[in-house]
């Protein structure tokens, strides 16, 4: 008799929100910021960052615009249902909030892989996701020790493989544990690509 155990899993959250009017709110307040935030915009030319991001220069966003409160109260619930999943033990205290920034991505645009330090919860919620727009991108974590081991067969089941797109349409909103690389492929799509990332810490 023989069995395969399995641990140690890496879990992803996923949600969709059944609420067009929100989206449009939040597609609207993207697009101004991209156009109005000469601060963000600064910083992206400096960087090299295609497109648009707030990450850098604006940190009210909740206070600036109503839709990204009640998108904040919003997740604040779905965080709260993940982290009791994930079986945390907080010791007292909570999962908050402590950043939420937009991206907005063009054509040919990226976003490297990459991980959220000094976060419990990171995500993304999606506002515009035209026919094309890369997927987000997850990386098995323990990638980098894997030394000599052989690669996956191209059609291997999604839990055996080293990267695992996520799709996603406006109104989705995605959740993972902090530590977890991702990274965005090229936009292959002639429009924008919008959304709202956030991070969620200990506190």
């Known amino acids: 008799m023989s069995e395969i155990l399995s641990f140690f899993p890496t879990r992803v959250?996923?949600?969709q929100f059944?609420?067009?009017?929100?989206?449009?709110?939040?597609?609207?307040?993207?697009?101004?910021?991209?156009?109005?935030d000469t601060a963000g915009?600064?910083?992206?030319?400096?960087?090299?960052?295609?497109?648009?991001?707030?990450?850098?220069?604006?940190?009210?966003?909740?206070?600036?615009?109503?839709?990204?409160?009640?998108?904040?109260?919003a997740i604040d619930k779905h965080v709260a249902a993940f982290a009791k999943s994930l079986e945390f033990d907080l010791g007292g205290g909570k999962l908050a909030m402590d950043s939420l920034w937009v991206n907005v991505?063009?054509?040919?645009?990226?976003?490297?892989?990459?991980?959220?330090?000094h976060s419990v919860i990171s995500g993304t919620f999606y506002v515009a996701?035209?026919?094309?727009?890369?997927?987000?991108?997850?990386?098995?974590?323990r990638h980098a020790m894997m030394m000599a081991s052989p690669p996956k067969k191209a059609k291997a089941a999604t839990e055996n493989q080293h990267f695992v797109s996520v799709a996603s349409q406006p109104g989705t909103l995605l959740l993972?544990?902090?530590?977890?690389?991702?990274?965005?492929?090229i936009n292959?799509?002639?429009?924008?690509?919008?959304?709202?990332?956030?991070n969620y810490k200990w506190a």
């Open 13 to 15: 959250y996923r949600a």
């Open 18 to 36: 059944d609420d067009p009017d929100l989206v449009q709110d939040l597609e609207d307040a993207c697009h101004a910021l991209a156009l109005d």
């Open 41 to 73: 915009q600064k910083w992206c030319r400096k960087n090299g960052y295609p497109g648009y991001t707030s990450y850098a220069s604006l940190d009210d966003l909740p206070w600036r615009f109503p839709a990204f409160k009640a998108l904040t109260k």
């Open 105 to 117: 991505l063009p054509e040919d645009g990226f976003h490297a892989a990459h991980i959220h330090p």
């Open 129 to 141: 996701v035209p026919p094309g727009a890369a997927a987000l991108r997850l990386e098995d974590p």
């Open 176 to 185: 993972w544990e902090s530590w977890l690389r991702h990274d965005v492929p």
């Open 188 to 198: 292959r799509a002639e429009a924008e690509r919008v959304s709202v990332s956030f």
